[in-house]
């Protein structure tokens, strides 16, 4: 598999990405301008930076993809926990203690409290 795999990516430079700033229009200013830029995640999951966020973007066949954000605050996760975070402040917190809070406030059936 090692030997198939060498010989399939003989010859293509590799892989980079770049930060840049997400602009309102849905482009990016990194060491240069995207245009069209797309917002890649995991099926189901639509997102949208907001404008000023630093985003990963990575150079696909399509053109730009941009493959996340860098967090600018430090949330006091822990590891494995997710904090889904909406920019008009709305959230979703997933602890690893099962608890699921929405807004900040525990869901009655999620786990300790």
């Known amino acids: 598999m090692v030997?198939?795999?060498s010989r399939l990516l003989r010859g293509r430079a590799?892989?980079?990405?770049?930060?840049?700033?997400?602009?309102p229009d849905g482009c990016a200013l990194g060491d240069s301008a995207y245009t069209g830029v797309r917002f890649s995640g995991p099926w189901g999951l639509s997102w949208r930076p907001p404008a000023g966020a630093r985003a990963v973007l990575v150079q696909?066949?399509?053109?730009?993809?941009?493959?996340?954000?860098?967090?600018?605050?430090?949330?006091a996760l822990q590891e494995g926990e997710l904090l889904l975070q909406?920019?008009?402040?709305?959230?979703?917190?997933?602890k690893n203690n099962g608890q699921v809070l929405i807004n900040g406030?525990?869901?009655?059936?999620g786990g300790a409290t």
């Open 3 to 5: 030997w198939l795999t």
């Open 14 to 23: 590799a892989a980079g990405g770049e930060y840049a700033c997400v602009l």
């Open 60 to 75: 696909t066949a399509r053109g730009p993809a941009c493959v996340g954000t860098v967090e600018t605050e430090s949330a």
């Open 86 to 94: 909406a920019q008009g402040g709305a959230s979703i917190y997933l």
């Open 105 to 109: 406030t525990p869901v009655a059936g």
